[in-house]
């Protein structure tokens, strides 16, 4: 089993290869705006208090009143009856004087009694006076603290609702090969259009071997040429003669290569044996004779030597001197004429290889496909020579970039991913193959299988794989499940965005169909009758990094991706609304009966961290709640408080807030703060000042209180 990549540097930031967009709110609704504080009732002295302390004070003194009012009488009685000569005038006089002795304690009693209510009544009124002092000042305080807590409440409800919901889902740095299991080929096609969006955004190449014979690579053609990139394109057989893959091969590596197709039917014991003859063959015949002419002296060796054979074209090919030569040199083997005849039987469709090929001029996208016509025993010959021979260029050295000679085939800094669809048809030797080879090189895999095959499921516990499962049938669910709860990272419920699910129904009939509409096929071929693009850009070989807003536009206008889930974005599901109606779907776990009912674009990503559902919809990118960045960039950057500002970022349909790199710059802010609770202050021990930019006291923002009801 392949290790991961020993010579090639993991892939930067620019070289990141997408499988998808996982639904994820990372800040959590902010809640309802704080309530604005209301001011308590004020209290004031009542006429009733101070009739009734009055009425207290009257009922006290009142037999000092009656006493006083005798007093007065008896004061008064004195003088009369010494008018009418009752009593002598000093006894009248010394009454009169007795009377005002004892009436002006009485009279001194009844003014402080009055002075102690009136000072009472001063200190009740103090009293309440600097009650609503102390309530202003506490109101005022809470209007502060309200102030700050709505401002954090409305940075909050910012940074809310312009995150992203849609992060991207990457390959793991370290990672060199995806294995992907299950599918349909509205998945497969949603899936080779990310893999080719990732490749494009950065000018990388990507080569693709659809075995599948139901051309799920139309929609990433389609966007390539779009994106002034012309691809490479062979379908197999009809594009033989046109294919130039394994014609600059040595003839060590075109024995290896031919050996492998003829055991492809299933004979891989006699692959050496094979390959031994076959190299005795291009010795004699030359290291770049072509493969007619190796069937041509296969068939020398079944010829008898007096046989002319001039009907024959494959042997009209060799000189007299070169049949003698292939006798003498591989009729040392008994049964080398049994196996030059099976040779012959197997190579004879490869016979137009390389016949009528045109400049091989560098392709960043190159795809080799085969024709559902020629059946699953064709399409596994012809994949296997397409496999063998991109494993042998892998493991080639870059040939040097002097004047002199012929340029590299490929830029040293680009980042190469190699998908392979339908890899269940092809031997297991060749998986193993081509993997090796490309973790010496550094170059990415990609392995789709339609059904789950042991080989396939027994690289989910290998660290330098990732494996992918997809919708699954019945026969095989059951196997995958259990392979996913063996993987590491544990199981767990997973949610799905209602978008997967529209989006999977609307396009899932339209490419999984088995019959093409011929008025869509002529569409596309006047989508491009010249080698420029609507915009006028010439349509080359490769092209430089593509803008990403640039991508997002003509994933948008090219793909039914673009246009389905442009569509369906109103029917999704509304995001950060609290109510559970409006949340994602939930699904209820990675088991067999759920990946049976998993949407064409939903897949199950086994991370190291667990699994994670995920979207492979290359449309979800034209969204403006999707960014470039992943949820491991997004949490690396929300350390801290507050939100920052800034303009749109570089990653495509991105919000305003954005880092120039694609990443969210919106940041989690800090958590409300109960203004009852003591000990209430900013970091650092400080209260924040209340004081605005002008030295003003901030205004009490936020909704007004609740009215009082009356009825209470």
Known sequence: MPTPRAGGASPGEGGRTYVGWRYTVLLPPPGPAPRRPTPADTATLSEEWIASQRDNEARTNRPLHFALAGLVLFALLFPLLWTLR????????????????????????????????????????????????????????????????????????????????????TVPSGVGTVVVVGGDE?????????????????????????????????????????????????????????????TDLDAGQRARVLSAVASAAGNAADADADETLLLRL????????????????????????????????????LTPRQRVLVRERCT??????????????????????????????????????????????????????????LSELLEAPEPPGTAGDRRPRVRPDRTRTVVVCGAEILPPGEIDQVLSAAADSGVEVVLMFRNAPPEALSRFSDP????????????????????????????????????????????????????RDPDEEEVDDRFFPSPHTESGAVIRNAAAAIPPLDLVRHVRSTTVWGRATAQAAGAAAPAGTPDEEDQPSRVRGPDAESLCELPSTAALVLTDKGPVLADVNPGILTLST?????????????????????????????????????????????PTVDPDTPGDSAPGGRTPSPVGIEGRVPPNLGPPPERLDWRV
């Open 186 to 246: 509205a998945g497969w096609s949603a899936l080779l259009t990310t893999v080719g969006v990732s490749r494009l955004r950065e000018g990388g190449d990507l080569t693709v071997i659809d075995l599948t014979g139901r051309s799920v690579t139309r929609e990433l053609v389609r966007l390539a040429r779009r994106c002034a990139v012309a691809p490479r394109c062979w379908v197999l057989p009809a594009d033989l003669p046109r294919m130039t893959l394994g």
């Open 464 to 515: 330098s794989c990732l494996p992918i499962v997809m919708r699954q049938g019945r026969t095989a669910a059951r196997a995958v499940a259990r392979a996913v709860a063996s993987a590491p990272g544990g199981t767990g419920d997973l949610r799905m965005h209602r978008l997967t699910e529209v989006v999977g129904e609307t396009v899932g009939d339209t490419l999984g169909g088995a019959q």
């Open 282 to 317: 291009l010795e004699v015949l030359g290291p770049h004779a072509g493969i007619a002419e190796i069937i041509g002296g296969l068939r020398a060796l079944l010829t008898p030597v007096d046989d002319a054979a001039e009907d024959d074209p494959a042997l009209a090919l």
């Open 626 to 670: 999707a960014t470039l960045a992943t949820v491991d960039d997004s949490s690396d950057t929300g350390v801290g408080s507050g939100v920052e500002s800034g303009g749109g970022g570089s990653g495509a349909g991105t919000r305003s807030g954005r880092a120039a790199s694609g990443r969210p710059r919106t940041v989690a802010p800090p």
């Open 86 to 169: 009752v009593l002598p005038g000093s006894l009248a006089l010394g009454g009169v004087l007795a009377c005002a002795a004892i009436a002006a304690p009485l009279a001194f009693a009844l003014v402080q009694s009055r002075q102690v209510i009136a000072e009472r009544l001063a200190r009740a009124r103090e009293r309440l006076e600097a009650e609503r002092e102390e309530r202003d000042r506490l109101l005022r305080e809470r209007q502060h603290e309200h102030a700050r807590r709505y401002t954090e409440w409305q940075a909050a409800v910012r940074a809310y609702e312009a995150q992203p919901l849609w992060y991207g889902v």
């Open 332 to 389: 040392g083997d008994p049964d080398v004429r049994s196996r030059a005849w099976e040779l012959e039987r197997r190579l004879s469709p490869f016979e137009a290889v390389g016949t009528r090929a045109d400049t091989a001029e560098y392709a960043q996208i190159k795809i080799i496909s085969t024709d559902r016509a020629s059946g699953r025993t064709a399409a596994r010959f012809y994949g296997t020579y397409a496999v063998s021979a």
